[in-house]
């Protein structure tokens, strides 16, 4: 999180990018504010309560329960100040700021019926200098950090016993050198850095953690939520340096050309860190209806390190032909690397001390071309119509392309429990912790990934078309539409079981209560499929990235905006915008073949490649946006201004917990499709 209070202005893109850009979507380049001659100065002091919101908690809803989460507060509170430290030479801008947000959960209480809070507060400060030393070259540096605090996690079904604590202190600096040559010649070298840190933590320290798969209650210190594990210490960061030149050359081939050529040069780390969890949280005891089922362990104190390192080279050239044609043609030409160098873990209470040699992934070698035509129609300035072609080529993301593989990560054992004396307490003997014994179940994180030697990278490409026209002074009318195409896309495959899951496993469905034998049960059986007891073990888990085309999406978009600029004291905008969704596989822990809430650590954007995981997850919908802004100037210098929002909802499928499998014990999935 920035500091908005420090940004001077913003551009903001979300197609049509050009070469220098190296991902596809948005782009926001900001400026920060800048020290002057003159000392200058604010404060801004945002709040809010319960007071002013509204909500449409009627009688017939408030007798089914429903109640609102209150807001208790809202509190922003920040400072800035800047001016010279030597005049017409050198010049300062700093500024702190604070910010509380403390709000209700849905549908969380204690026993008691209290409501149970979300806790979320930040700090920051940052610091700017800026060094003119001749009239040709200007000296920067930038500094700012944010602590982002948090008490959550408490839901329905996770109690204020069982919430995370967590700190995520992140920092970025900058330093830059802007060199100006004649009126033609522009340069600049940039050196900057983002580190990321967190620390998470359970509240209740001493108390067992347990879950219950069949109502889905959690009791007892925090255990694991996604990523959010008790004892996380994360560790994520870049160091990026990026140097551009740009030239202007008028009358050459016919045209005035604004020529742009640059590098980037990313340099990231991923080490996240899993400390030895809290007493009660090294391991999870699960419940079936109150039954014991099954024991979660942990292999922390883990640290696993994983590095990546990227270079992109790109040329622009702008050309403009007669006032009225401009060319916008643009390469850029990448390599990406990731590695994890050798490194070794110590012993864990559930795992035992293990060293890994290195290991290198694939190296993408890979060419982006840019094309973008604007032309004026009427050649008045008042109309044009613009639109192109770009190829972008996906990031390596360290988590999960290395940390699949690089087995010095973080991870989750599924177990078979036997409770043997009856106590609904886990004693030594209880599991078998063979990884190749009857009692292994499933595993994530460390999910024994091995490196696909025929690996391709990812793609994307994206065609846009926007019509633009000037309806009277200031006010313009846009259309615009954008085709997007996502090819060579991942899949998780389980490299033994793969065309494995052959074995019917059938439950009747028991309705939205979740309860067979009442009133609600739609008579209606559904069918999973679960892989050989042979291949249950440990040895038989080993997955790999996989290209795989019956994953690659989609999306087609269309928008539809008028804007008046600010001008004769008030200014008014307005859009409507609609996307629809081809999207075959939307990865979940639903159908991913693991115990039913299993988290998918590995699964950002990597579905398993199973017949389940295809169960109802399509994404053939279509979402929607309306969207009206105004302002208007009054005496004094006071600005009044308006938004009004309204947009689809988030579509849901309903999900049921069905049990009966042996090597797929329980498994959530979705019995109706996404709408």
Same mark, same amino acid.
């Given at each position: 999180?920035?500091?908005f209070n420090?940004?001077?202005?913003s551009r903001?893109?979300t197609?049509?990018?050009?070469?220098e850009?190296?991902r596809?979507?948005?782009l926001?380049d900001?400026?920060?504010?800048?020290?002057?001659?003159e000392?200058?100065g604010?404060?801004?002091?945002y709040?809010?309560?319960s007071?002013?919101?509204?909500n449409?908690i009627?009688a017939?809803?408030?007798?089914?329960?429903?109640?609102?989460?209150?807001?208790?507060?809202?509190?922003?509170?920040a400072?800035?100040?800047g001016?010279r430290?030597?005049?017409n !030479?050198l010049?300062f801008f700093?500024g702190a @700021?604070?910010q509380?947000?403390?709000?209700d959960?849905?549908?969380?209480?204690?026993?008691?019926?209290?409501?149970?809070a979300n806790?979320?507060?930040g700090?920051?400060?940052?610091? !700017?200098?800026s060094y003119?030393m001749t009239d040709?070259?200007?000296f920067t540096?930038?500094?700012?950090?944010?602590?982002?605090?948090e008490?959550?996690?408490?839901?329905?079904?996770?109690p204020?016993?069982?919430?995370? #604590?967590?700190?995520n202190?992140v920092?970025?600096?900058?330093?830059?050198?802007?060199?100006v040559?004649?009126?033609s010649f522009?340069?600049?070298?940039?050196y900057?850095?983002w580190d990321f840190?967190?620390d998470?933590?359970g509240?209740s320290p001493g !108390?067992q953690?347990?879950?219950?798969?069949?109502?889905?209650?959690?009791?007892g210190n925090?255990?694991i939520q996604g990523?959010?594990a008790n004892?996380r210490?994360a560790?994520?960061?870049?160091r990026?340096?990026?140097g551009s030149?740009?030239?202007?050359?008028?009358?050459v081939?016919g045209g005035?050309?604004?020529l742009r050529?640059?590098f980037?040069?990313?340099?990231?780390?991923f080490?996240?860190g899993y400390?030895?969890p809290?007493p009660g949280?090294s391991?999870?005891?699960?419940?079936n209806?109150?039954?014991?089922f099954q024991? #979660?362990?942990?292999n922390a104190?883990?640290?696993g390190e994983?590095?990546?390192n990227?270079l992109g080279?790109?040329a622009?050239?702008?050309w403009?032909?007669?006032?009225?044609l401009?060319?916008?043609?643009g390469?850029?030409?990448?390599?990406?690397?990731?590695?994890?160098?050798?490194q070794?873990?110590?012993e864990?209470?559930?795992?035992?001390?293990?060293?890994?040699?290195?290991?290198?992934?694939v190296?993408f070698?890979s060419?982006?071309?840019r094309v973008?035509?604007a032309?004026?129609?009427?050649g008045?300035g008042?109309?044009?119509?613009?639109g192109?072609?770009g190829r972008?080529?996906?990031?390596r993301?360290?988590?999960?392309?290395?940390?699949?593989?690089?087995q010095?990560t973080?991870?989750?054992?599924t177990w078979?429990w036997? #409770?043997?004396?009856?106590n609904?307490?886990?004693d030594?003997?209880?599991?078998?912790?063979?990884?190749?014994g009857?009692?292994f179940?499933?595993?994530?994180?460390?999910a024994?990934?091995?490196v696909?030697?025929?690996?391709?990278q990812?793609k994307s490409d994206?065609?846009?078309?926007?019509?633009?026209?000037?309806?009277?002074? =200031?006010?313009?009318? @846009?259309v615009t539409?954008?085709?997007?195409r996502?090819f =060579?896309s991942?899949?998780?495959a389980e490299i033994?079981?793969?065309g494995e899951?052959?074995?019917p496993i059938?439950?009747l469905d028991p309705?939205? #209560?979740?309860?067979l034998?009442?009133a609600d049960d739609t008579?209606?059986?559904?069918?999973?499929y679960?892989?050989?007891a042979g291949?249950?073990s440990a040895?038989?888990a080993?997955?790999?990235?996989?290209n795989?085309?019956?994953?690659?999406t989609?999306y087609?978009n269309f928008?539809v905006a008028?804007?008046?600029?600010?001008?004769q004291?008030?200014?008014?905008?307005?859009s409507?915008s609609?996307t629809?969704?081809?999207?075959?596989?939307?990865c979940?822990?639903s159908?991913s073949?693991?115990g039913?809430g299993t988290?998918?650590?590995w699964?950002?954007s990597?579905c398993?490649r199973?017949p389940?995981?295809?169960? =109802?997850?399509?994404?053939?919908?279509?979402e929607?946006?309306? !969207?009206?802004?105004?302002?208007y100037s009054?005496?004094f210098?006071?600005?009044?201004?308006?938004?009004?929002?309204i947009?689809?909802?988030?579509l849901q499928?309903r999900?049921?917990?069905?049990t009966g499998?042996?090597?797929?014990?329980?498994?959530?999935?979705?019995?109706?499709?996404r709408g």
């Amino acid at each position: 999180h920035v500091d908005f209070n420090a940004i001077e202005g913003s551009r903001v893109q979300t197609v049509g990018s050009n070469a220098e850009m190296p991902r596809r979507g948005l782009l926001v380049d900001s400026v920060v504010k800048s020290g002057g001659n003159e000392f200058h100065g604010g404060i801004v002091l945002y709040g809010s309560g319960s007071g002013l919101e509204s909500n449409n908690i009627d009688a017939g809803l408030a007798a089914a329960g429903i109640r609102l989460p209150k807001l208790h507060k809202v509190q922003d509170f920040a400072g800035t100040f800047g001016g010279r430290i030597i005049r017409n !030479k050198l010049w300062f801008f700093a500024g702190a @700021r604070y910010q509380n947000v403390t709000r209700d959960i849905l549908d969380a209480f204690d026993p008691n019926a209290t409501p149970i809070a979300n806790v979320k507060e930040g700090t920051y400060h940052f610091e !700017k200098i800026s060094y003119q030393m001749t009239d040709g070259n200007r000296f920067t540096g930038f500094y700012h950090v944010n602590n982002d605090m948090e008490l959550r996690n408490a839901s329905r079904f996770i109690p204020r016993e069982s919430m995370l #604590d967590k700190d995520n202190p992140v920092w970025i600096a900058k330093a830059e050198w802007q060199t100006v040559r004649g009126s033609s010649f522009v340069a600049s070298l940039q050196y900057g850095q983002w580190d990321f840190n967190g620390d998470y933590r359970g509240v209740s320290p001493g !108390k067992q953690s347990t879950r219950d798969i069949a109502t889905q209650f959690v009791t007892g210190n925090h255990f694991i939520q996604g990523a959010n594990a008790n004892g996380r210490k994360a560790d994520e960061g870049r160091r990026h340096t990026k140097g551009s030149v740009n030239m202007y050359r008028p009358d050459v081939l016919g045209g005035n050309h604004e020529l742009r050529a640059g590098f980037d040069h990313l340099w990231s780390w991923f080490s996240d860190g899993y400390l030895t969890p809290q007493p009660g949280a090294s391991y999870q005891l699960l419940f079936n209806n109150g039954v014991p089922f099954q024991i #979660d362990t942990t292999n922390a104190s883990v640290k696993g390190e994983n590095l990546g390192n990227y270079l992109g080279v790109y040329a622009q050239d702008s050309w403009t032909l007669a006032r009225r044609l401009t060319l916008d043609l643009g390469l850029r030409v990448e390599h990406d690397a990731a590695h994890a160098p050798a490194q070794c873990r110590e012993e864990a209470p559930f795992a035992a001390g293990r060293c890994w040699d290195e290991i290198r992934l694939v190296s993408f070698n890979s060419v982006a071309p840019r094309v973008h035509v604007a032309f004026d129609v009427t050649g008045d300035g008042k109309t044009v119509v613009k639109g192109g072609y770009g190829r972008f080529n996906q990031l390596r993301e360290l988590m999960p392309d290395l940390t699949n593989i690089n087995q010095n990560t973080f991870g989750i054992t599924t177990w078979d429990w036997h #409770d043997l004396n009856g106590n609904r307490q886990y004693d030594p003997g209880e599991v078998n912790l063979d990884p190749n014994g009857p009692d292994f179940r499933a595993i994530t994180g460390t999910a024994f990934g091995a490196v696909n030697p025929n690996e391709k990278q990812p793609k994307s490409d994206e065609v846009t078309v926007t019509f633009e026209r000037e309806l009277v002074a =200031n006010t313009a009318v @846009r259309v615009t539409g954008v085709y997007t195409r996502n090819f =060579n896309s991942y899949a998780l495959a389980e490299i033994s079981r793969d065309g494995e899951y052959t074995i019917p496993i059938t439950n009747l469905d028991p309705g939205p #209560d979740g309860r067979l034998g009442t009133a609600d049960d739609t008579g209606q059986s559904f069918t999973y499929y679960e892989y050989p007891a042979g291949l249950g073990s440990a040895a038989s888990a080993g997955t790999m990235f996989v290209n795989d085309a019956s994953q690659d999406t989609s999306y087609r978009n269309f928008e539809v905006a008028v804007m008046k600029r600010p001008a004769q004291g008030w200014q008014v905008g307005a859009s409507y915008s609609s996307t629809w969704s081809n999207v075959p596989i939307a990865c979940s822990t639903s159908g991913s073949g693991l115990g039913s809430g299993t988290p998918v650590v590995w699964a950002t954007s990597r579905c398993l490649r199973n017949p389940n995981v295809a169960f =109802n997850t399509a994404d053939n919908t279509r979402e929607w946006q309306t !969207k009206l802004s105004g302002a208007y100037s009054l005496r004094f210098g006071i600005l009044l201004s308006g938004n009004y929002d309204i947009r689809s909802g988030a579509l849901q499928a309903r999900q049921v917990v069905f049990t009966g499998g042996r090597t797929i014990r329980s498994i959530a999935l979705d019995v109706e499709p996404r709408g």
